[in-house]
């Protein structure tokens, strides 16, 4: 007898959880419409807009939507972003953590291990410290590469060819043809950034004052295997108003004595 191709029903759970369902809701929304309103999207799920708005700001949060000049939600960088296929991240990520945890104890920041999939990185992981003021967890956040102070260490990796195909606009691009969130530049714009990450490259990390958000500052260093490929790049997230003492500060050198360690755990691990 021919097994029938069909799908089973998917049926409605008996226990709905509202809170995850309008989120989800709005996922779809943003993918569907491409650009949501806060009143349009209240209205959709039928909640007051204040709800919908602490909706958008996890999906904000966790780079599922991102927001315009004029204040309407688009999907975000996560919205795209396939499996990374990578099956030596776990083992990264696990030799990782134990001096991730140190350097977070010794600089008193958060510190992040990530990994760049196009022009995006993932934070694959995140080690707190106990300071009351500390940039958050960020493990799980899909954010764009060029932006974080670990995504630009990982592009300055990548020679001009690379950079091009995935960042310059051609000159006759129309500009009414971009988008929230599209990472091209126009060719002027792209000359800088070659010339940022040649700094990056020689500095030997890269910072990101603001970049992703209001009030945090990052420094970040990449990770590389015995082959010299870089498998990832660590980075401390720090609140702005501690960013001018640790760039005079011992923050550098106590993240390449952790590099070091990292390195020295994971020199096996090929891509």
């Avoid at 990548?158 to 990472?183: C, S, V």
């Avoid at 500095?203 to 420094?219: H, M, W």
């Amino acid at each position: 007898m021919q097994k029938s191709s069909h799908r089973p029903m998917i049926e409605k759970p008996a226990y709905m959880l509202e809170s995850v369902d309008n989120a989800l809701r709005l996922v779809q929304l943003l993918r569907d419409v491409g650009a949501v309103r806060l009143s349009d999207a209240a209205a959709e799920l039928g909640v007051a807009p204040s709800t919908a708005h602490r909706l958008f700001a996890m999906l904000l949060y966790r780079g599922f939507a991102v927001q315009d000049e004029a204040r309407r939600y688009h999907p975000g960088p996560a919205m795209g972003a396939g499996p990374a296929r990578r099956g030596w991240t776990r083992e990264f990520t696990e030799l990782s953590r134990p001096h991730m945890e140190a350097l977070a104890s010794r600089c008193g920041e958060t510190v992040n291990l990530v990994i760049r999939v196009g022009t995006q990185v993932r934070f694959l992981l995140s080690a707190e410290s106990n300071e009351m003021l500390r940039v958050g967890d960020r493990q799980g956040q899909v954010l764009d590469a060029e932006r974080t102070a670990g995504g630009k260490i990982l592009l300055a990796e990548l020679r001009e060819e690379i950079l091009a195909q995935l960042y310059l606009r051609p000159p006759d691009w129309p500009e009414q043809d971009t988008t929230p969130g599209d990472r091209t530049m126009p060719p002027e714009q792209f000359e800088a950034f070659l010339r940022e990450l040649a700094g990056c490259r020689q500095a030997g990390f890269a910072i990101n004052l603001q970049q992703t958000e209001v009030g945090i500052a990052a420094f970040g260093m990449a990770v590389r295997n015995h082959a010299g490929s870089a498998l990832g790049a660590i980075s401390v997230s720090i609140p702005v108003v501690r960013y001018q003492q640790h760039l005079r500060g011992p923050l550098i050198a106590q993240m390449q004595s952790a590099v070091r360690g990292i390195e020295a755990d994971v020199g096996d691990i090929e891509v």
